[in-house]
């Protein structure tokens, strides 16, 4: 039996990915999408050809014939909608960061876990064929010893093109309709004029950080953090070794981001691809002091956002727990709450 799907939002990310992508799995049906505004909505469903339109989320609580939901929205909305659609019964899939605040996370959490329903939230780097094959090399040595111990690690993200010309070969459904207000949801503690610039922190890098969560586990604790505007530095502690956390936005033609882990005897680096740049891996570089060598590693080439997406659609089907589910994506934004919180301590000092 086929997944029946119904989208929310009908932005860039459902457009040019998540529509596309959902389509072209066999085991699925898109047959609903949720858009606010009514114009662009109306001309999304049209050019997908999805058969129903609802202006709201709301619309289709009730209706029986959805299973599903993939939720790209403002990430105000997230919890919200997100709450809303498990309540009725559905599974949701929703982007990255699962909320704007621990405590919308965890309701988001605990009501999938009281519904039994699957929520599963986009950190599609960790679906990257390259990631994968970083993440069982480093697995691997950790245990091996063939590099000598992890000493140092660097995370390291300044963005540029996040879309890698994918515009010019998929074009955008635009109207001229307003977009719908979206009221601030900070973390109880955080004051609003600090809201701005750790939403951005947060929406964009909340991917390193699942990536370095999901390589070296839980850390120790925030040994130091720092914000200028929106360039950002800390230093997170793990048992044996620490990783400098480093953030901010370029303007360039490319994708600045990376994951560098130094051992006693060599390094591993990862670097993701620009995120919508279309089967492209990450690039993994190997150096090993023993050997005097560099090796360079390609994954196969695949879409993390299309594996991403029939991961989804094969944890519906097997009752499977995603790998990316949402009481993981908690923990990242615990963990961002925590950064921030150290810079405010430090700067009050």
Known sequence: ????????????????????????????????????REKLGKAVAAKYHIPRYYRSHLDIIDVKDIDACVVAVADELH????????????????????????????????????R????????????????????SLVSKLMVSKELGEIT???????????????????????????????????????????????????DVFCHDINL????????????????HDNTHNSVISYENFNVGFETGFIKAHFWDEELKIYFEKGWIKVKP??????NIPAL??????????????????????????EHFIECIKHDKEPLTNGRD???????????YKRFLEMKQV
Not at 79 to 93: N, R, T
Not at 116 to 135: E, S, T
Not at 284 to 309: D, I, L, M, P
């Open 212 to 227: 370095m969560r999901w390589f070296f586990g839980e850390p120790v604790k925030i040994v130091y953090s720092t914000f």
């Open 273 to 278: 691809p620009i995120p919508l740049l279309r």
């Open 116 to 135: 039994g329903r699957i929520l599963m939230v986009g950190y599609m780097k960790r679906y990257d064929p390259g990631c994968r094959y970083a993440k």
């Open 79 to 114: 919890a919200p909608i997100v709450i809303d659609l498990l309540k009725s019964g559905k599974h949701v899939f929703v982007e990255k960061p699962i909320a704007t605040n621990s405590r919308d996370a965890k309701e988001m959490v605990k009501c999938a876990e009281k």
């Open 284 to 309: 993994v570089e190997v150096y090993s002091s023993q050997n005097r060598t560099f090796k360079h590693c390609w994954g196969k080439w695949e879409w993390a956002f299309k594996k991403e997406a």
């Open 1 to 36: 039996m086929k997944i029946r799907l119904a989208f929310i939002g009908a932005g860039i990310m459902n457009q040019l990915v998540h529509i596309p992508n959902f389509m072209s799995i066999s085991d699925c049906e898109i047959v609903a999408l949720c858009e606010l």
């Open 329 to 339: 994506a908690l923990k990242d934004v615990k963990l961002m709450e925590k950064i």
């Open 152 to 202: 140092y690690a660097r995370v390291h993200c300044y963005g540029g093109d996040w879309l890698g010309g994918i515009i010019g070969t998929s074009p955008l459904v635009t109207s001229d309709e307003p977009r719908p207000e979206v009221k601030p949801r900070p973390p109880e503690w955080m004051n609003l004029s600090e809201y701005s610039r750790y939403r951005a922190f947060l």
